[in-house]
């Protein structure tokens, strides 16, 4: 059965502070690894899409990492600022059929 | 570009009754998505329509959901009767095409409480 798992559950840091956010997945054959951003009350927003010969990329404060190989990708928070607290969704979209496999998150809060 | 929109953004209902909701994607968009997400986990497919057919309906309880998309481009979704543990946000997203690497777009959900 097809899996994402995020890690940590939750995270609580200082604004200002770096953090990072990991994903392993079990989704085979797999097609792509998208990271969402979900404030409270919002839909989620597309950060990063990442395919199969895509290592890292990056948008803006967001890096993203994905290893194949074992099946990983980190999320990495630069400077982090009050509006990045929400909830980071990793998912994985199965080569073929394209079905998106969704992680249940990582629900981030930023402390002044 | 105008976003994904949906109606109502709260709806609160005893168990037992009906409730729909609709959705407006982008336009020119094909692809249309419905998730149900439970508070506290990730949003998991309910349909996917592709222009006004059916992709994916392997997760709607179709004994009491249900969804349509006329003219393939607006959508609504019906729960018939409603449980309380249909209680959640449902969120409504759109693509250009099947997902692959389009960006998929979400609207900000329907917040539903079943009592």
């Known amino acids: 059965k097809n899996q994402v798992e995020q890690s940590p559950q939750s995270l609580i840091i200082l604004e200002g502070k770096n953090c990072t956010l990991q994903?392993?997945?079990?989704?085979?054959?797999?097609?792509?690894l998208r990271w969402y951003k979900q404030d409270t009350g919002r839909g989620p927003v597309s950060l990063t899409i990442?395919?199969?010969?895509?290592n890292t990329k990056s948008n803006g404060r967001y890096t993203a990492t994905l290893d194949a190989d074992t099946k990983q990708s980190s999320l990495h928070i630069t400077a982090s600022q009050l509006s990045d607290s929400a909830s980071y969704i990793c998912?994985?979209?199965?080569?073929?059929?394209?079905?998106?496999?969704f992680g249940t998150g990582t629900r981030l809060t930023i402390i002044p | 570009e105008a976003g994904v929109a949906q109606s109502p953004r709260y709806k609160i209902i005893e168990k037992r009754q009906s409730v729909a909701f609709w959705c407006n994607p982008i336009s020119g968009h094909a692809t249309l998505y419905w998730y149900q997400q439970i508070l506290g986990q990730g949003p998991k497919l309910l349909i996917q329509?592709?222009?006004?057919?059916?992709?994916?309906d392997s997760q709607l309880p179709k004994d009491r959901f249900s969804a349509e998309r006329l003219k393939g481009v607006d959508s609504t979704l019906k729960i018939q009767p409603a449980k309380l543990e249909d209680s959640a946000v449902y969120l409504c997203a759109s693509s250009p095409g099947r997902v692959g690497t389009y960006e998929q777009y979400f609207g900000p959900g329907t917040r539903l409480t079943v009592t």
């Open positions: 998912v994985v979209s199965e080569f073929g059929n394209e079905k998106l496999t």
């Open positions: 329509f592709q222009n006004n057919g059916v992709v994916d």
């Open positions: 994903c392993n997945y079990t989704v085979s054959p797999f097609s792509n």
């Open positions: 990442m395919t199969f010969s895509e």
